[in-house]
C-alpha cells in the first residue's frame, strides 16, 4: 500500500497573498514548490501527495493541477472555486477541461478565515456544494474547533457528500484543552461520510515545546471517534515547518499509531486517501 500524504500546499511567496503567515514563521516566506517537496518525500519514504489549495483563487487551483500534470507523486488536487457564485458551474466546467482534470478530486474554501461564523450554512454555499458532490467531488472542511456546531449543521444537509475534516478540526493544544473539542469531535464523526486529517497539530501547539506526549491525547480522541477507517496522515507541509520537519511528523504520526494492526496503519498512511478521494 502507498504512503499518501494527504495535505500539504505549493506555493510562490508574495507577501499580499500570504499575509497570513505570521513575522515568527518567517521561514516560510520564500517559495514552496515540486523539487522542494519531492525530496522531502523522498528522505520519509512518503510515495505520493494531495495538493491542497492556499489561496482562494481559480488560478492557483490550475496551477496545482498543471503541477499534477508534470509531477507523478501529486496524486490528486484539493482546489478552490467560488461556491457561492450563480455561475459557479460554468467555472467547473471550466476546471473539467484541465488535462489533469482527472486529479481534482475535492474543493476547499477557507472557513476559518470568515467573520460569519455561519458562513458554511448560507444557502448559496450550500447549493455551492450540492453542486460539488452531484460531480463526484469530496468537500474539505478547515474551520477552527469554535466552529465545529456549525460543521455538524452544515454536513447534516448534505448526506450524500463526501467530507475531511482538515487538521482535526484545530483544537486549543497550545492551551492543553480538550473540551468542547473532543465532545463535538465525536459527535462530527457519528456521520459516516466525515473523515479526518492527522495534519496541523504542531502549529495548533506552541511551536517550540509541543511534546509527542502533549498531543497524544488528540490523536486518542480522534481515532476514537473516526476509527481507522476514517483517518488520513497528512503533512501540512510547508505549514509544519514551522514546528516540525517534514519526516519528523510522520514519525510521530507512525509512533502515535504503533498499538494499531498493519492493516490499520497503512489505511490511515495512504489507503483511505486513496478510497475517500477516490484517487486511481
Known amino acids: 500500500m502507498p504512503v499518501i500524504d494527504a495535505h500539504h500546499h505549493f506555493w510562490s511567496y508574495n507577501a499580499v497573498d500570504y499575509g497570513w503567515i505570521p513575522d515568527t514563521w518567517s521561514a516560510l516566506r520564500r517559495d514552496y514548490l515540486p523539487p522542494d517537496l519531492a525530496r522531502e518525500i523522498a528522505s ?90 452531484r460531480r463526484g467531488y469530496a468537500y474539505d472542511i478547515l474551520i477552527l474547533e469554535r466552529h465545529l456546531p456549525q460543521a455538524i449543521a452544515f454536513v447534516d444537509r448534505h448526506p450524500d457528500a463526501t467530507f475531511v475534516l482538515d487538521h482535526i478540526a484545530k483544537p486549543r493544544i497550545a492551551a492543553s484543552e480538550l473540551e468542547p473539542w473532543a465532545q463535538n469531535i465525536r459527535e462530527i464523526a457519528r456521520r459516516p461520510n466525515v473523515a479526518c486529517k492527522l495534519s496541523g497539530m504542531v502549529t495548533e501547539a506552541d511551536i517550540n515545546t509541543w511534546t509527542p506526549a502533549q498531543l497524544q491525547p488528540y490523536f486518542d480522541v480522534v481515532l476514537d471517534a473516526f476509527g481507522p477507517t476514517r483517518l488520513l496522515y497528512g503533512s501540512d507541509w510547508p505549514v509544519c515547518l514551522a514546528g516540525v520537519g517534514y519526516a519528523r511528523w510522520k514519525e510521530v504520526i507512525e509512533t502515535a499509531l504503533t498499538p494499531l494492526s498493519n492493516t490499520e496503519k497503512h489505511a490511515i498512511l495512504g489507503g483511505n486517501s486513496l478510497r475517500i478521494y477516490k484517487i486511481t
Open 44 to 133: 520519509a519514504g512518503v510515495d505520493g501527495v494531495i495538493s491542497v489549495q492556499a489561496r482562494q483563487s481559480l488560478e492557483e487551483t490550475a496551477w496545482l493541477l498543471d503541477f499534477a500534470a508534470c509531477h507523478a507523486f501529486v496524486r490528486g488536487v484539493v482546489g478552490w472555486a467560488p461556491l457561492i457564485a450563480a455561475n459557479l458551474s460554468v467555472h467547473l466546467d471550466h476546471l473539467a477541461t484541465h488535462p489533469a482534470a482527472a486529479k481534482l478530486r475535492a474543493f476547499r474554501h477557507v472557513l476559518q478565515a470568515e467573520p460569519d461564523d455561519a458562513y458554511m450554512l448560507r444557502d448559496d454555499f450550500n447549493r455551492g456544494v450540492t453542486e460539488l458532490t
